[in-house]
């Protein structure tokens, strides 16, 4: 079913708010980034369960109760203390719930199991890690259909930047080696009997390979260079057949899903765009029947296309009788006769029916944070604006209620990645700072992925130059619609995004007002050099994409794109986010900023969790930050904060905070 995406002009906006909008009561920070009581629920295989994510001991772990049962008389399947479960998954058989968990933020990660039906023996049912490997990196790669105990895995104990392929028994934990990676595969492709079929390969020269693995031997069937992409989904009903979406070939800028032969190589285009606006976005695929059901497209919105006739007529009947949302239909059980109905919009985190498909019936379940009053959250509008050399950036603004559209506080929130985007729907970040009355921008800058390959490849080597200035560009196209004041503009953001958010205060101090850098790089020399070792296989895709530290002329544009070299011209406000075991952004990316600042007598504000990665896991870590940083803004933005808050974020907080006095470069 096609949903037509939303575009609104500046004017078109202005029409929808009105002025006598009151503005909301302060929300409290922990209702925005406390653990919601309800989440991630699934459906067992047999529908004869569903399990969840709720705290227990103030972490949050799995829990599990009959279908039939109320969510109060669910118990829980796991007793983690401190670092909270994310996701989870069902074994095929339904016997098992799976899940990886890394060591405090490190990213080297253990598969663990835990047998549901060991609540009958014991309220605490013992916790089995799998794979019990201490510096190891587990990755699941196929779930076996015939013998359900059996997964596929890769691990990096041989060599920490490739995977081995490995069988692992659920049951037992007993792994075998199947295949030793000496030859650079990415992933190891499975069909519908469990046979290994096809792999990707990495070439040195950042190029890829899709090969066939099979009793015939082993042949490459596809080759594309790397600034194009091949990405296999999944097999054809008849095993001789794989789905996979791909931008290859110079006559193709909006990637689209074809299905190759895999004897002969031969790819027939299955399916574009149809308002050829953006990149294929994703396969909705029956198990049960082992087709396509629908195909999914993203620009402003969400669109999507139907295959299968009965499920596009009891999606738009659920559709319908939901109204205003966006919905989609998740975690069917084997026989597709139980499946869960999320329900989501921009100012809806989501709200989770049961779904019985014999009568046609939704049940209500749990809504996701309930306790924030939705009536008080603010609608997030897709608009779009012109960069200095006339490319098309689209982005989201979202406006504090009651606040006028006029001469607002903003705040430039710059996605991660850098190689993702940005979508419509609920940010906790954005309707958090939109309650503390400032407007936010989400701008979909060059790089982010989705508008088709020239609009990536804008942003080739462009950190810091072309990519800033499409931010810059948005700030100043808002000023200049009178929107926003433009002596309160403040930056945050994660990873990437905290990266841009030091550029922005380096490379265009009189922008911002303020800035807050959560793990962002500094120094792209140093970013480079201490890149994983499992991310080896993208190397030559970060020298081409960002800048080839191993070149004089490359090793130059570095330098002078890294915001560390020019913190002599930082003139705003800076806080500095950081998590102690950070594989991606060491910590001293971090520490070289803030001590940059420091010696030249500027003030640096800056927190280090000393349990979390890149970002934060553990709730206490993220209120507490938070805490700080909506002080931080109002300081300098002018908008609203808490005062408030309990004695466990006050003391949280004192322990995070680094001073910055005592921060040492390591040599």
Avoid at 172 to 184: A, D, H, Q, V
Avoid at 361 to 371: A, D, G, H, T
């Amino acid at each position: 079913m096609k949903i037509t995406p939303l575009f609104f002009s500046l004017s078109g906006i202005w029409s929808t708010i009105k002025n006598s909008d009151k503005k909301p009561s302060l929300i409290d920070r922990e209702v925005f980034f406390g653990d919601p009581l309800i989440s991630g629920a699934q459906l067992s295989p047999d529908g004869n369960y569903i399990s969840f994510l709720r705290p227990y001991e103030k972490t949050r772990n799995i829990w599990v109760k009959t279908r039939d049962q109320s969510f109060e008389e669910a118990v829980p399947l796991t007793h983690q203390k401190a670092r909270p479960i994310s996701n989870y998954f069902w074994s095929r058989d339904g016997k098992y719930i799976l899940f990886i968990k890394d060591n405090e933020g490190d990213e080297n990660f253990n598969i663990y199991a835990v047998n549901p039906a060991d609540l009958k023996k014991t309220p605490t049912p013992d916790l089995h890690n799998l794979t019990e490997l201490d510096g190891v990196r587990a990755i699941i790669y196929h779930l076996c259909r015939k013998d359900t105990d059996l997964l596929y895995i890769g691990l990096n104990d041989r060599d920490p930047a490739w995977h081995d392929l490995y069988s692992l028994r659920i049951s037992t934990g007993e792994l075998i080696k199947i295949r030793e990676n000496t030859g650079r595969y990415l992933n190891w492709l499975f069909d519908f009997d469990d046979r290994l079929r096809m792999a990707v390969r990495n070439r040195e020269d950042g190029t890829g390979e899709l090969w066939r693995l099979d009793s015939g031997g082993e042949e490459k069937l596809l080759e594309w260079s790397i600034l194009e992409m091949v990405s296999p989904l999944v097999f054809h009903r008849d095993n001789q057949h794989l789905y996979l979406v791909s931008n290859k070939g110079a006559e193709n800028d909006l990637s689209a899903l074809y299905l190759l032969n895999i004897e002969t190589g031969a790819m027939e285009l299955i399916e574009r765009d149809p308002e050829a606006k953006v990149d294929f976005g994703g396969l909705f695929y029956s198990e049960k029947n082992k087709s396509i059901i629908s195909t999914s497209y993203t620009d402003d919105r969400s669109r999507y296309y139907f295959v299968e006739a009965e499920y596009e007529r009891r999606f738009r009947k659920i559709e319908a009788e939901l109204s205003g949302v966006e919905v989609s239909m998740r975690s069917p059980t084997l026989d597709e006769k139980w499946w869960l109905v999320s329900a989501y919009s921009d100012t809806e985190p989501g709200i989770t029916y049961l779904y019985d498909w014999d009568n046609e019936e939704l049940s209500f379940q749990y809504k996701i944070r309930p306790e924030i009053p939705r009536e008080s959250l603010t609608p997030m509008y897709p608009i779009s604006y012109s960069s200095t050399d006339g490319l098309n950036i689209p982005a989201y603004l979202s406006l504090p209620k009651g606040a006028g559209t006029k001469n607002l506080p903003l705040v430039v929130m710059p996605h991660g990645g850098p190689w993702v985007r940005d979508y419509w729907g609920y940010n906790n970040f954005v309707q958090f700072l939109a309650n503390r009355g400032y407007a936010v921008l989400n701008p979909n800058f060059r790089i982010s992925t989705g508008y088709g390959k020239a609009f990536l490849n804008a942003g080739n080597r462009q950190w810091g130059d072309l990519m800033q200035d499409d931010l810059t560009s948005g700030v100043k196209y808002l000023i200049e619609e009178g929107v926003v004041d433009k002596n309160r503009v403040g930056i945050f953001g994660g990873s990437y995004g905290g990266y841009a958010t030091l550029a922005g205060l380096a490379f265009t101090p009189e922008v911002y007002a303020c800035g807050v850098s959560f793990v962002g790089p500094s120094n792209l020399i140093t970013l480079l050099e201490s890149i994983p070792p499992y991310w080896e296989a993208g190397r030559k895709m970060f020298h081409t994409r960002m800048g080839d530290p191993t070149t004089e002329e490359g090793h130059k544009e570095l330098i002078r794109q890294s915001p560390l070299n020019s913190a002599h011209q930082i003139q705003a406000p800076l806080m500095v986010v950081q998590g102690q075991n950070d594989p991606r952004v060491k910590k001293s990316e971090s520490d070289q900023i803030v001590v940059a600042l420091r010696d030249r007598g500027f003030p640096v504000a800056y927190l280090n969790a000393p349990d979390e990665g890149h970002g934060f896991a553990r709730p206490i870590n993220n209120i507490s930050f938070i805490a700080a940083m909506e002080k931080f803004l109002a300081e300098y933005l002018g908008g609203r904060y808490q005062e408030d808050m309990p004695a466990e974020v006050a003391e949280r907080l004192k322990e995070i905070t680094v001073n910055v006095d005592s921060v040492e470069l390591e040599n």
